[in-house]
């Protein structure tokens, strides 16, 4: 796997972006206003990047992350990400995206509605959960003491298993939730979200956050469902 591919360049494409150069790999970023307004980001960036369409950017990715707005979902490609594995890092915001009833009845997750959107795509979970700031700034390499987890979930073993590498190569560490229906637990509001990796309520410093700790949250989620 040597090229990545963006579907939306903003503060979590961006940063995904950053991390993937320095770990060695090619990037293709794509946004909904054209390649044109990649041009700052690609320069800085260097030449490990370049911009273009989403459907190119969901061609030429060897692993795609999808990062647009949830109510954007539909609009992703679908034939250019047959049989390829997609990271999702979507979060439902009804103030931003509008309702989805069945989101809100809990009758399915972010993730899953991608996936029936994909149906030929290998859909994993992933970057949703933290601040973009805290994702650049928690990278470390591999074997390091104050190493980061994040969360990841999927109904495809080979595919998680994929991410878990893209994971280790730029600097964290990943604990396997399940299948995608398992996604909810490290959705907006649960405490496995944002605030377990800021330092504060200012936000302005990142804490690291082992595997444990990331799993003592994902199970706090589970408990917490338990008593609704």
């Known amino acids: 796997m040597t090229t990545i591919g963006l579907i939306g360049s903003g503060n979590i ?5 950053r991390l993937a150069v320095a770990a060695g790999y ?6 909904s206003r054209g390649p044109e307004t990649l041009k700052g980001l690609v320069g800085e960036l260097g030449p490990h990047a370049r911009a273009a369409t989403p459907a190119e950017a969901a061609e ?3 692993l795609v992350v999808v990062t647009i707005p949830l109510r954007a979902y539909r609009e992703v490609p ?13 979060n439902y915001y009804p103030e931003r995206d509008g309702r989805f009833p ?24 992933g970057f949703n959960n933290i601040y973009f700031k805290h994702l650049l700034a ?13 969360p990841i979930a999927g109904d495809d073993g080979a595919a998680k298993a994929a991410v878990t590498e893209f994971f280790d190569r730029i600097g964290y560490d990943a604990v396997d939730v399940g299948p995608l229906a398992e996604g909810w637990r490290f959705q907006r509001d649960t405490a496995a979200y ?20 990331l799993r003592e949250a994902l199970a706090a989620a589970r408990r917490y469902a338990d008593m609704r």
């Not at 494409?13 to 972006?17: H, L």
């Not at 047959?82 to 979507?90: E, M, P, Q, S």
């Not at 928690?138 to 104050?146: E, Q």
């Open 60 to 62: 030429a990715g060897d």
């Open 194 to 213: 944002a605030s377990l990796y800021a330092a504060d309520e200012s936000w302005a410093k990142a804490v690291p956050v082992d595997a444990a700790k």
């Open 13 to 17: 494409g961006g940063t995904v972006a």
């Open 78 to 90: 679908v034939a250019p990400l047959a049989g390829k594995i997609v990271i999702d890092t979507d």
């Open 102 to 125: 069945e989101l809100d009845d809990e009758s399915t997750t972010t993730s899953e509605l991608l996936q029936a959107h994909l149906p030929t795509s290998k859909v994993v979970k």
């Open 138 to 150: 928690l990278a470390r390499p591999a074997g390091s003491p104050d190493r980061t987890a994040l």
């Open 26 to 31: 090619d990037v293709v970023l794509s946004n």
